[in-house]
Structures are given as structure tokens and as C-alpha cells.
């Protein structure tokens, strides 16, 4: 079983956000960055199978020289090699553009499988799964729960509204990795060192055989106009009172004389 | 359970600025030596430079030594025009001194963000071959069977829930094994304390004392009037503390339109309802700073204790197989407020030795006798010993540590009494609770924030699913003798809001922890009256996300 797990390097989620400049992108120093926890469920679920089933597990990614610290990762939890498409033509894509990239990479690889997150927690697109799917011209099951390897096949749990549905497709297929999923493991310490003597290729995308016309920043179909940072919430106010019943009649006096809302 | 083995020649524990400089240090020598060391570095932050704050003004000198190109190599410097300005403050207002110690000056240091600049400095020790591993804490010293001899550490088990039994993702710590250990823990290391009271480092010294540090990054608007102060580096004194409690504000000039600002207190006050986090709001409402700071937006805070103690505090600095350096073996200098360019030092001192001690085979505690034969010879011994009755003297009411001080300032530090004691923290607390006069300094979110939003920029995450990692051995005391003797001074010391009392049933009060909330200051462990605090390590890659600190 020849398992490729598709990872994206994104901001924590714990960081200051902050708008740069153009008011199109964000501040990228001072910002932590890991990988995508959706895709830390893919790596996990990848070796699971592996251990199962034997075969091979390849990390997939685009990004700059820092995302080789999230295929380092990956390879640190238990992955065989990697592969990062590093370019500055890659760089500002759209989810289209980047499924493009990804496909053409993945294209080079043998593979029965392909997982990866259901969405990146940066743009919240949920879209490069679908489209690298479409681009291979494979089946694709998205926000999947639980996946078990059958022979030939897999078979997928979506929860649904107030359900399950359970889901079929021949191999290879790509699907989409949901919370619940699994508890990924950490990378461990001899893990780590493991990794540093792993295999990680390094393409372009001339490699890949693409226009860098069509990829990239250049290949942007949807453009980002402006970011904002949500409003501000206000602070809680907190109604002061040494019984319950003290602090009730606060509120109502609150609400009846500074809210005027009864 | 059968634990995994790695063998290093020296494991660093800890990667702060004594251990990194050790480590590269180390690298270098071996190189020019064309010897080979294995090399490793564990850090209990999820990266380097995330548990790392301070002011910081940094006195270049031991950068220099370590790496002299280092403005080439893109040492992340944040302002090298240093202009000192230290006030009086009274509460509502300050007074310039017109004349600065000798050690209060400032030229020729830099300001510098210690969470960038470790993060560096990782870099450069990666590059050189150091292994380096973030996310892995340190839990337990490993010691030889007639358990004298240090032989390395055992890392903490990943994936462990809250009721103690492993989880599906659970990970065994590794032990790192090693022909030197080098502790480098920062102040009150929870590893430096389990092997004083085995192999006695600490017995025949004065007790460590401790500071504790808020501190805030803060970004200023273009048309800020501090653009235009002539000092870029501001210390006070006095108000909110007053002459009784020792401490003090700092307010730097950073990159970027930011600011570091901070409030170190001494953790010998007397008053347990005294809370460091409160004074440090009072000290940003104080007219010189809020006029400074108008309009600025707090990016990130946090806190971090700081061994102050000085000379006469340093522990034993080599045991068998292993040696002690930076803020773990008290190499801070207080009297200028500096300890990062002695910790570096120490580090550098310690690997020239350990080096030594390698080839020599000897790695007994006598083999590494250099380490503290070096330091004895270094300039770190020249500006420690002069300081040495300085935080003392800080530590006398009123206007009567002037005297101390002026007389140290004529007679080379040894001042009317030498050595002057310390005394533990934790004992300095006064029964009592009177509420606090003064009201509750104004917070709006933005400029002056709460606790819990301070923790939130903290960027402090841990796991949830854990162990609690501060064990209190009796919690029935702390609702009897410690709520009633000093009203539960935990919930007024920990700026990180971890200690929280709660109104049970029947009125009485109980104890609620959200250990998830510790920036891994420490303060509680060492101020704690009763001692029933001990802090361990949690999960490896828990704690604060310090980037710009």
C-alpha cells in the first residue's frame, strides 16, 4: 500500500494574526508555525495503515524552505520520505492552483492512497483535496471520521447531520481527514533523529513540467481583495453580588436602567 | 518499563542562553581541535526562544567572544542607541537622577528580544551540529548505581491523560545519556532542585532569592511622544513599590514602532496581599509611562522569575558527571541587571571544560574543577563579586539600603557588613490581610489588560489532557492555615491566574487549579509560604509561545 499524505506548514493557531501592510496578506514574522492539524490527523491515519497493511508513506508539500521543518515532522512521527515542491512560482496560489502543483507531484509517485486535511486552518478553503482528486481524475471522499482499507477499496464514515453515512470508493481514492479520526502521534526523540537522515526531494516547478503561468500567484483565478480582523469583542462585564439573589436584582437594575432594555 | 537509550557525549539541558552559548562553544572548540563530540540540547518549549523573557538589555561582551561577526550573521539586535534614564517615581510623579552609578550605564549594550535572540542562537548551534530538540522536558536526572555520578536525564512520557494512565498516542520518554550534563534550567529548576537535595550543591551557601518580571511587548503609534524622548532605556524606582519592597520598572525602545516594558519585584515582600501583576498595571498608570505608552497596543506578555541572589549564592558548579550554569547556578548579575551575558559565559566556561575533562577522560567532579577555576580567573568573577552585598543591600527598608549602597559603591562591594545574608522568600511573608488601599488599576483590553488576556498573548498553550504538574502536597492547608493566615497569597502572586480560591458548599473556600494557565515562572514554588507548591515539568512543548519577549 503506497500512501501519499498531502501537509501544509500554517500559522498556529495560538499566534497574533496581524495585516500587513497591503491589507491582502498577513504579518509573517513572529508567527509560529506547524502543521495543519488536519493534516497531522492524515500523517497519523497514513501510518496507521502502513503498520496495518505495509507499503509506504510519502509527505507531500508547497511552500517555502521553512515548510521542509512540517515534512521533517511528518517524516520525525514515522513517514518514509518526502517530497517539497519549493518555489518562489508556487508561492500566493489560489486552492486551484495549488491542487494543480500538488497533482503534478503526486503524478511522479506510485500511489493507492492519498490523504489529506479537509481543509488548512490558515484559509479555511476545503478545497485543495477535492481538486487534486479531480486533477488525478480519482474518486474523492471528503470529512472523513473513520476509514478502513478493504481489498481494492476503502470505505469511509461521514458523519452527517444527526448520523452517519458510510461511504465506498475503488482505489487509489483521496480522502479528506476529520477530527476524531485518530490521536496523532507524537514525534518522538530517536524519531527525530531518524528523520534527519530521510530522504526529502526537492522539486520546481519547472521539474513538474507545469507553466509557472499557471500556478502561483500568477495562476490566481480568485483573487483576495482585502483582510480583516474580526471586530473586537467587548469585555464581559461582570455582575457583582454576594448571593444569587443580590446579584439578579443588579442585572435587572442594569438591564432596566443603563441597558434600558426593560 | 523498558525506556529507549540515547547516547550523547554531552546533553544540555535547557535552552536558554547559558546552554546555548555552552553548546556552541563546544561545537567550535571541538572543531578547531578536529575532535568529534556528539552533542544534544533539550528544551521543554515547543521551539526555542518560547519560554525565553527578559528586558533585556544585553552587554555584548560574551556574544562577542562567542561569535564576533555576529552583526554579519544577522544577530537580531533591536536597538544599539542606548540613552539611560533613571527616575524616582513618587505616585504621581518622578524625578531624573541626575547622576548614574558606574554599573547603571548602558552604552555600548544592546536591547535585544531574548525569545529572538535564543531562537538564533538555536539556529547557529544547529548549523554547527548541535542536536537540538525542542518539546522535550527534562523530568528526571539519571544517575550511576551508587547513585553520586550524573550519567544524563530522562525525558518526560508524551501522551499520559489526566488520570495518569497512557493515552492512545502515548509516547515514552527516552533516556539521553551522556558522558557530561550540563544543567542550564534558569531559575529554580525543577531537575537542579531533586539534585541539590541528593548530592548537596546548595548546603554551606545562602539561599537563591528570586525577582519576578511582567513584562509586555507593546506597539507604539508613529506620533508616540516616546519617539522623541532622549532616553531609549528607562529604569524606576519607588512608586508602586515604595522603598520596602524591592524592584522596579523598565521601559526599552524595540524595532518596529515596540517597546519591552516590564515591573520586576522582589519576591521578599512582606504584605501577602501584594500582587506583582497589580503593581505593574499601577506602574503603567504611573503619568511618566502612560503618557510614553498612550495609545499603544499590548502584542504580547508574559512573566519569568530571575535568581538574584549573586556571589554568595552559586551552588557547587561540578558533581560527577555533571556542571551547573547561567540563572541555575546564580550567574545573574543584579546590581546591572543583567544576567544573560554571564549565563553565556558560564556556558562557554563550562564547555571549554567539559571539552577538557573528555579528553583528559576524567570526568569526575574533580576532573571538571577547571569549570570553576576558569570562572574564578573570568570577568564574570570580577563583576560578581563586586555586586556581591548589592541585592542584599536592595533588600533593607527604606533609606537604610543607601547607606549599604554607597558604602559598597566606595569599597569594591564589601560595604559595612560582608557577606550581607539572604534569606529565603518564601519565609518573608507577614500574617495579616488587610485589603489593599489603593483601587484596582483600570484595564480597557487594549493598553492595560487583565490577567487571562495577558496569558491569552502569552501565546500559552499545554495540553489538557494531563497531568496537573503542580503538586501540592496538602490542599486541606491551604483552606485552613494558609486562607487564614495570609487570605491564599497564590492567587495574588501567579500572574497567570492559576490559583483561583472557590466558595464550596457551606461557604468554606477550596482550592481550583487551571494548571493550563502557567507561563512556568516558578514564582509560586518559591514564594509559597508553606512550601506546598512544587512545580514539575509538564508535557514537553506546553507552556508560553514567546516570540518577540
Known amino acids: 500500500m503506497n500512501i501519499v499524505v498531502l501537509v501544509k506548514q500554517v500559522p498556529d493557531t495560538e499566534s497574533l494574526v496581524q495585516i500587513a501592510a497591503d491589507g491582502k496578506s498577513i504579518k509573517k514574522d513572529d508567527i509560529k508555525w506547524v502543521m495543519n492539524p488536519y493534516d497531522e490527523l492524515a500523517v497519523e491515519e497514513a501510518l496507521r495503515i502502513k503498520e496495518a497493511k505495509g507499503g509506504s508513506v510519502t509527505v507531500v508539500s508547497v511552500g517555502p524552505q521553512k515548510a521542509q521543518e512540517t515534512l521533517r515532522t511528518a517524516l520525525a512521527m514515522g513517514a518514509d520520505k518526502g517530497v517539497h515542491v519549493n518555489d518562489p512560482a508556487a508561492e500566493g496560489g489560489d486552492p486551484l492552483a495549488t491542487a494543480k502543483i500538488l497533482a503534478a507531484a503526486v503524478k511522479g509517485l506510485p500511489y493507492d492512497l492519498i490523504i489529506c486535511g479537509q481543509r488548512a486552518v490558515d484559509e479555511d478553503n476545503y478545497q485543495v483535496g477535492a481538486a487534486v482528486a479531480e486533477f488525478l481524475g480519482i474518486p474523492h471522499i471528503s470529512i472523513v471520521a473513520k476509514a478502513e482499507v478493504l481489498d481494492g477499496r476503502i470505505r469511509c464514515h461521514r458523519s452527517i447531520e444527526g448520523g452517519t453515512v458510510v461511504v465506498e470508493a475503488p482505489l487509489p481514492a483521496l480522502f479528506t481527514t476529520q477530527r476524531g479520526l485518530n490521536e496523532p502521534r507524537y514525534a518522538s526523540l530517536p524519531g527525530i533523529m531518524k528523520a534527519k537522515k530521510k530522504p526529502i526531494e526537492v522539486k520546481t516547478i519547472a521539474d513538474l513540467g507545469l507553466d509557472p503561468a499557471t500556478v502561483g500567484a500568477a495562476g490566481r483565478k480568485v483573487v483576495i481583495q482585502a483582510l480583516r480582523l474580526p471586530p473586537e469583542r467587548k469585555a464581559v462585564r461582570m455582575i457583582p453580588g454576594d448571593t444569587p439573589a443580590a446579584a439578579a436584582e443588579e442585572l435587572v437594575r442594569i438591564l432596566h436602567t443603563e441597558a434600558k432594555l426593560i | 518499563m523498558e525506556r529507549e537509550q540515547l547516547e550523547f557525549d554531552v546533553v544540555f539541558v535547557g535552552g536558554g542562553p547559558a546552554n546555548l552559548a555552552g553548546a556552541i562553544h563546544l561545537k567550535q572548540l571541538a572543531q578547531k581541535a578536529g575532535r568529534e563530540v556528539e552533542v544534544c540540547l533539550i528544551e521543554k518549549a515547543e521551539a526555542i526562544g518560547a519560554h525565553s523573557l527578559s528586558g533585556a538589555v544585553l552587554d555584548l561582551k560574551a556574544l562577542a567572544e562567542l561569535i564576533p561577526d555576529y552583526a554579519a550573521r544577522g544577530c537580531p539586535l533591536e536597538e544599539t542607541d542606548l540613552r539611560d534614564g533613571v527616575f524616582y517615581l513618587t505616585p504621581r510623579k518622578q524625578v531624573r537622577l541626575p547622576y548614574l552609578p558606574p554599573a547603571m550605564h548602558n552604552t555600548g549594550c544592546a536591547v535585544i528580544s531574548l525569545s529572538k535572540f535564543c531562537a538564533w542562537l538555536g539556529a547557529a548551534a544547529e548549523e554547527l551540529g548541535v542536536n537540538i530538540f525542542p518539546g522535550f522536558a527534562g523530568v528526571e536526572a539519571l544517575y550511576d548505581a551508587g547513585g ?22 502515548h509516547e515514552p520518554g527516552v533516556d539521553l545519556l551522556a558522558k557530561v550534563t550540563v544543567f542550564g534550567e534558569g531559575p529554580k529548576g525543577s531537575l537542579i532542585r531533586e539534585i541539590g537535595k541528593k548530592l548537596g ?90 503618557d510614553l505608552i498612550r495609545g499603544g497596543k499590548v502584542l504580547q506578555q508574559g512573566a519569568k522569575t530571575l535568581a538574584a541572589g549573586g556571589w554568595y549564592t552559586m551552588p557547587q558548579l561540578a558533581v560527577d558527571g555533571a556542571v ?49 577555576a576558569r570562572l574564578e580567573a573570568s570577568w564574570i568573577r570580577s563583576e560578581l563579586y563586586t555586586a556581591r552585598n548589592f541585592g542584599q543591600a536592595l533588600s533593607r527598608k527604606g533609606l537604610f539600603k543607601f547607606l549599604h549602597l554607597g558604602a559598597q559603591q566606595v569599597s569594591g562591594g564589601r560595604g559595612f557588613i560582608d557577606p550581607m545574608k539572604t534569606s529565603e ?74 490559583y483561583e480560591m472557590e466558595t464550596a458548599e457551606g461557604g468554606r473556600p477550596r482550592l481550583k487549579l487551571n494548571p493550563s494557565n502557567c507561563l512556568h515562572c516558578k514564582t509560586c514554588e518559591i514564594k509559597d509560604p508553606f512550601k506546598n507548591i512544587i512545580w514539575t515539568c509538564p508535557e514537553g512543548g506546553g507552556g508560553p509561545g514567546y516570540t518577540i519577549t
Open chain 2, 201 to 290: 550543591i546548595f548546603s554551606g551557601k545562602m539561599p537563591q532569592v528570586y525577582e519576578t518580571a511582567v513584562k509586555e511587548v507593546i506597539e507604539l503609534p508613529a506620533d508616540s511622544p516616546f519617539w522623541d524622548s532622549p532616553f531609549t532605556v528607562i529604569h524606576t524606582f519607588g512608586y508602586p513599590l515604595g522603598l520596602d519592597t524591592k524592584g522596579g520598572g523598565f521601559l526599552y525602545r524595540m524595532k518596529e514602532r515596540r517597546i519591552s516594558l516590564g515591573l520586576v519585584v522582589g519576591l521578599d515582600y512582606e504584605d501577602p496581599m501584594l500582587e506583582p501583576y497589580r503593581e505593574f498595571l499601577r506602574f503603567k498608570h504611573h503619568p511618566l509611562i502612560a
Open chain 2, 148 to 169: 553520586r555520578r550524573v550519567t544524563g536525564v530522562r525525558t518526560g512520557d508524551k501522551g499520559v491523560g489526566k488520570d495518569g494512565k497512557p493515552k492512545s498516542n
Open chain 2, 425 to 498: 522568600d518564601g519565609a518573608a511573608l507577614k500574617a495579616g490581610h488587610a485589603a489593599a488601599a489603593a483601587p484596582a488599576p483600570e484595564v480597557d483590553g487594549t493598553l492595560y489588560i487583565d490577567k487571562l488576556t495577558g496569558v491569552y498573548l502569552s501565546g500559552t498553550q499545554h495540553e489538557e489532557d494531563q497531568p496537573c504538574h503542580l503538586v501540592i502536597p496538602d490542599t486541606e492547608l491551604c483552606v485552613t492555615r494558609c486562607w487564614e493566615t495570609y487570605r491564599s497569597p497564590c492567587t495574588r502572586f501567579c500572574p497567570g491566574q492559576v
Open chain 2, 324 to 372: 551547573f550554569v547561567g540563572d541555575s547556578a546564580s550567574m545573574l548579575n543584579v546590581q546591572r541587571l543583567k544576567g544573560i551575558h554571564t549565563a553565556m559565559k558560564s556556558g562557554m566556561l563550562a564547555a571549554e571544560t567539559v571539552l577538557d575533562a573528555i579528553g583528559k577522560g576524567d570526568l569526575s567532579a574533580a576532573g571538571l574543577r577547571g569549570y570553576a
